[in-house]
């Protein structure tokens, strides 16, 4: 039986339209139950839409705490019990409470090559300190920001006189092939979360799978 999972966004949406292409064609066995949104005007929602996916949206700023919009959205999620919980530009910060209730089900994807640049700018961050490598990673989401056991890197080389606005185009590139595979990696079970570790194939990954793009 396929894989149950929830895609959350805040923006755009490519990400998700990869994972939605990706299942189309027969080449990711997910079972796409539910697109959900934090921001009604998230482009995502129109390519759940389109693509006949329910959608879900709340605003998080009719609660008064984290932990109480996290149960929301947990709320709406656990009407189909899902097996992975995959954060495609979700811009928010998870409660401990969320993390906890699915925990080793989040999927995240951060446009670095953690460790290094958590949090944001990364693009800006990496020519700024004149790095010859940039790029993606998946990884576990634990209560640690951008801190979880990685799964699958994507990297390439930064040219010389890139702006931070054609990285983040490249960079993209690479994370809608990264992400659909990584999650195909966790819906069949070869990856898996275990005790704040990532297992790949059986074995401890304490370092990710990483592909080199051009
Ligand atoms: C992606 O590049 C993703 O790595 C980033 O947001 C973008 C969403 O794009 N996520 C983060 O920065 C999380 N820390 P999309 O809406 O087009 O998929």
């Not at 640690?144 to 990285?167: K, S």
């Not at 185009?169 to 570790?197: K, N, T």
Request: include cysteine; charged fraction near 25%; glycine fraction near 10%.
């Amino acid at each position: 039986m396929a894989c149950r999972a929830a895609i959350l966004i805040s923006g755009s949406g490519t990400n998700l339209q990869a994972f939605i292409d990706r299942v189309a064609a027969g080449a990711l066995d997910l079972d796409l139950r539910l697109v959900f949104s934090n921001r009604p005007a998230a482009f995502g929602l129109e390519r759940a839409r389109q693509a006949g996916i329910p959608t879900a949206c709340i605003e998080h700023g009719e609660f008064e705490d984290r932990e109480s919009f996290d149960r929301a959205v947990a709320d709406v999620l656990d009407e189909f019990d899902p097996d992975l919980i995959v954060l495609a530009g979700f811009m928010r910060i998870l409660s401990p409470w969320f993390v906890g209730h699915y925990e080793g089900k989040i999927l995240n994807i951060h446009p670095a090559l953690l460790p290094k640049y958590p949090g944001l700018n990364t693009h800006r961050r990496v020519l700024e300190a004149g790095d010859k490598w940039h790029g993606s990673t998946v990884h576990f989401v634990t209560e640690e920001l951008d801190g979880g056991p990685r799964i699958l890197q994507g990297r390439l080389r930064v040219c010389d006189g890139e702006t931070a606005e054609q990285l983040q185009h490249r960079v993209q590139a690479v994370e809608h092939r990264i992400y659909p595979e990584a999650a195909g990696l966790v819906a069949s079970g070869r990856a898996v979360y275990r005790d704040g570790e990532a297992l790949i194939d059986g074995q401890p990954a304490s370092d990710p799978i990483v592909q080199t793009f051009d």
